[in-house]
């Protein structure tokens, strides 16, 4: 098979699972008829519980995984999921009195955790401009401009550049900055910012704003230089206030992910020489990943490589989405076959493996060889339709470009 018949068979392959096997999952066990909005959890036997907490990070991505459906597809029904997401999205989790995003409420809507971490509201922006583009809303593209400007009023660092990462409900800067027990507590980190950086990217889209440049810029100069390795062209995951890196290992899906997200957003600057030099460091990303992380004999990416370099050699969902978004980006770049091997062995991981075939969604993690891990939740505040749902995307668009460059 040619590679263009194999780019073909992918997003055919891809679109399937999106249209019969995501997005119908969400729509059908996800929602709450009596409340509105969309359950907290649903556990491994696909039991929604309609009464756990909401976490902001699920919500924001469901709201931004069907505006992009709608968007790409042009679906009646994930226009209604999407507008029924943003509208409860906004109802709810919106701080009506000091602004910004709660990390967590209650099923009746009650904040229960009402920290302002900025990894929520990169998230919010995230998914506003996204629902903004996809139906015209100006109500959402109004609420991500205003969180744009309140990220910037309370966190930015004027002084090393970046963003402070957790405050209060009244925006009182937090000493203790992790997103969860994992994480080390570092004034910075990579997650934050790689998830600000899509967020100014799609924000970008929808409100071009001098301001809006600025910070991408300066999120993608971030990147190029203080946060990726240049030695190893991987990516330090905290830091201290002057960016001084604290080393916690390698996480082999944000190191693909920021691969082609980096790209993205300066390609959207439109800023030639800025993307030559994302580019060429993407390229070497991606490289590091396949060559350290790409699992040859199974098909996947492993998930982590410890400090001391030791491997966590399990496969969560996520990074394995993200693999095929970065090796096919890889591939677009250099016409380099190995990486478009890497991102059709790792769909045939995740089609073989991941993707629960009798339920519909994706298993949260599998062995290396493939095997369910039990007791992972099938949705739940991390575990969400977003990185599933836009490699599948993700993987039309770029099979739609290669072809229509091939007949040009």
Excluded at 7 to 35: H, K, S, T
Excluded at 123 to 149: N, P, Q
Excluded at 237 to 254: A, E, I, K, N, Q
Excluded at 336 to 349: Q, R, T
Aim: contains cysteine; proline residues 4%.
């Amino acid at each position: 098979m040619s590679p263009l018949d194999a780019v073909d068979a992918l997003r055919r392959e891809m679109e399937q699972e999106l249209a019969r096997g995501i997005l119908p999952y969400w729509m059908e066990r996800a929602r709450d008829p009596r409340r509105g909005g969309f359950v907290g959890s649903i556990g491994a036997d696909d039991v929604p519980d309609p009464e756990a907490p909401r976490g902001s990070i699920l919500n924001a991505r469901i709201v931004w995984t069907f505006s992009a459906a709608y968007a790409a597809l042009d679906d009646p029904a994930y226009r209604l999921m999407a507008d029924g997401a943003a509208e409860w999205f906004l109802t709810h989790f919106i701080d009506p009195r000091h602004g910004g995003v709660y990390w967590m409420i209650a099923a009746d809507g009650t904040p229960v955790d009402a920290r302002k971490h900025v990894y929520a509201q990169a998230f919010a922006v995230y998914a506003l401009a996204e629902h903004a583009r996809a139906t015209g809303s100006e109500a959402s593209l109004d609420a991500a401009i205003a969180l744009f400007r309140l990220i910037e009023r309370h966190a930015h660092d004027d002084v090393h550049g970046g963003y402070q990462e957790a405050f209060s409900r009244e925006w009182a800067l937090l000493d203790d900055a992790r997103l969860s027990e994992v994480d080390a507590d570092e004034r910075k980190s990579m997650n934050t910012h790689l998830h600000l950086l899509e967020a100014y990217t799609a924000l970008h889209r929808v409100w071009p704003d001098a301001r809006v440049s600025a910070r991408l810029r300066e999120l993608a100069g971030l990147f190029l230089d203080r946060i990726v390795i240049s030695a190893s062209a991987h990516m330090s995951g905290f830091f201290d206030d002057d960016w001084t890196p604290r080393p916690r290992g390698v996480s082999y899906g944000h190191d693909i992910e920021a691969s082609w997200l980096l790209l993205e957003a300066a390609g959207e600057l439109g800023d030639t020489a800025l993307r030559e030099r994302a580019r060429g460091l993407s390229v070497r990303m991606a490289r590091a990943v396949l060559d350290e992380a790409y699992d040859a004999e199974h098909g996947g990416i492993v998930y982590h490589r410890h400090a001391d370099g030791t491997l966590d050699d399990g496969k969560e969902w996520w990074p394995q989405a993200e693999a095929v978004v970065g090796f096919l980006s890889a591939w677009e770049e250099t016409d380099d076959d190995e990486f478009l091997d890497a991102a059709l062995g790792s769909w045939a991981f995740i089609r073989e493996h991941v993707v629960d075939r009798r339920n519909g969604e994706w298993f949260r993690r599998v062995s290396r060889e493939g095997v369910v891990e039990p007791g992972h939740e099938k949705a739940g505040p991390w575990k969400c339709p977003y990185h599933n749902a836009r490699a599948c995307l993700e993987a039309m668009a770029r099979a739609g470009r290669v072809r229509a460059a091939a007949a040009a």
